[in-house]
Structures are given as structure tokens and as C-alpha cells.
């Protein structure tokens, strides 16, 4: 069975991998990951209304946002939540049950088993 949990810090997830490998069976498999910050299309994210005369209709346009190009560092992405930490976990289905209980309980979310 394949478990997969999100958490909030990599040390988190580091400490509930730590604590699976003391845990379930040698065979199984864990690993944490760590995803980059997904970005959309920043750049022409703002919009201003523009109207020549009073009487015409506002009409919408896109600005290019400089600061949506801003390069973001590894600290910045963990304080705001941009950088994902993913822990998996491949176990017997023997095993699921514990293997939940210890993700939960150094603060996993998100859990879903596959």
C-alpha cells in the first residue's frame, strides 16, 4: 500500500520517515520529497481599468507585475508555504494502520493511501 502525507516543515517529515524506518518491516520503502513552489503566469497578473472619457466604458488591460518575477528564496517559500513536503510511504497493508497513526502524530496532512 502507498501512503502519501504532507507537512509543513522538512524536518517534520524527516522525523516521521525516521520514525517509520524504526518501526515497519525492512522491505519498505520511504522518502521524503521536497517540491518546488509552483508559480503561475505572473507577470501580467494586475489589471486596471482604463476609460478615456467619463461617458465611455471601462474597458480592462493587463500590467506587467515586475514583482511577480521576483526571485523567491528557499527560506521565503517554507514561510509562506511555497515549498511542499511530501513524505511516501510503501508498506505492506499490514502495516497501514501504524504507519498512519505515526504520520498523524508528527503532524502529517493531507494523508492519502493508494
Keep these: 500500500m502507498k501512503i502519501t502525507a504532507h507537512f509543513d516543515s522538512p524536518d517534520s517529515a524527516d522525523f516521521a520517515a525516521g520514525a517509520l524506518r ?4 525492512p522491505l519498505s520503502a520511504i522518502e521524503t520529497k521536497n517540491l518546488p513552489y509552483k508559480r503561475s503566469a505572473d507577470s501580467m497578473n494586475v489589471f486596471a481599468a482604463y476609460n478615456t472619457v467619463s461617458t465611455t466604458p471601462t474597458y480592462s488591460m493587463p500590467l506587467y507585475n ?15 508555504g511555497g515549498t511542499e513536503h511530501i513524505l511516501q510511504v510503501i508498506c505492506r497493508n ?8 505515526i504520520i498523524i502524530n508528527h503532524g502529517g496532512r493531507n494523508i492519502s493511501k493508494i
Design 22 to 25: 524504526n518501526v515497519l518491516s
Design 94 to 101: 499490514e502495516e497501514a494502520h501504524i504507519a498512519s497513526q
Design 66 to 80: 515586475p514583482t511577480g518575477n521576483r526571485f523567491i528564496s528557499s527560506r521565503e517559500q517554507d514561510m509562506i
